[in-house]
């Protein structure tokens, strides 16, 4: 079955203090990996798309990369406004639908 | 930069009742969805719609669900007489397709059956 684990499930760092967060998967043909930020109340926030075994992707504070087996988004010298859920969702097969993980709940304190 | 809406923000039914949510997808985007979110629990998929059909559903999209795209810009789901455990955050999402698969979100609609 496939399927998507992310940790840790809650985080907190200080504000300037590095980390990453962990997606692990378990799926049938990859066909690509998301990340995502969810505040509380909205509607996921896309991030980055990741393709293939050791495709990287960076955004301001973020980088995304990718294995055959998980995936990392490093976090660098975060702020009090990335605090946020971060989710990773998989695409598999021939399938359109996106399977998820339960997110890691990041909080950064100035 | 385009977004998906969705409408009403929230909406309040009692059990029994049916329910329209609507949206309006990035409006160059081919491939439209519906998921959900329990409060604590992992985001579920139910539908995708594309060419004005069903490509894909769940296990949960059962007959008490539906979707449509009744003009060239709403894609609505219907759930025609809702359940306690209907509660949820339910997200609608478009994707260009054609190759691009990444799927943006709309901020959801909080449903809570009475």
């Known amino acids: 079955e496939d399927q998507v684990t992310q940790s840790p499930e809650a985080l907190r760092l200080q504000e300037g203090e590095s980390s990453s967060l962990n997606c692990s998967y378990t799926v049938s043909g990859l066909r690509g990996l998301f990340w995502y930020r969810q505040d509380p109340g909205k509607g996921p926030e896309f991030l980055f798309t990741?393709?293939?075994?050791?495709e990287e992707k960076e955004k301001e504070r973020l980088k995304a990369t990718l294995t055959k087996k998980e995936s990392f988004l490093h976090i660098t010298a975060p702020k009090p406004e990335d605090s946020a859920t971060y989710l990773c969702a998989v695409r598999a097969g021939n399938n359109r639908k996106l399977i998820w993980g339960l997110g890691t709940s990041l909080a950064v304190n100035p | 930069e385009p977004e998906v809406t969705q409408t009403p923000s929230h909406q309040v039914t009692q059990m029994g009742q049916e329910v329209i949510l609507r949206c309006v997808p990035i409006s160059n985007h081919l491939y439209f969805y519906w998921y959900r979110q329990i409060l604590g629990q992992k985001v579920e998929f139910l539908v995708s719609?594309?060419?004005?059909?069903?490509?894909?559903k769940s296990e949960i999209f059962d007959d008490q669900f539906s979707v449509e795209r009744p003009d060239g810009s709403n894609f609505t789901l219907k759930i025609r007489s809702t359940k306690l455990e209907d509660s949820a955050m339910y997200f609608c999402a478009s994707s260009v397709g054609q190759g691009l698969e990444t799927q943006y979100f709309g901020p959801g609609t909080r449903l809570l059956v009475l």
């Open positions: 719609f594309y060419n004005n059909e069903i490509s894909e």
């Open positions: 990741l393709y293939s075994a050791g």
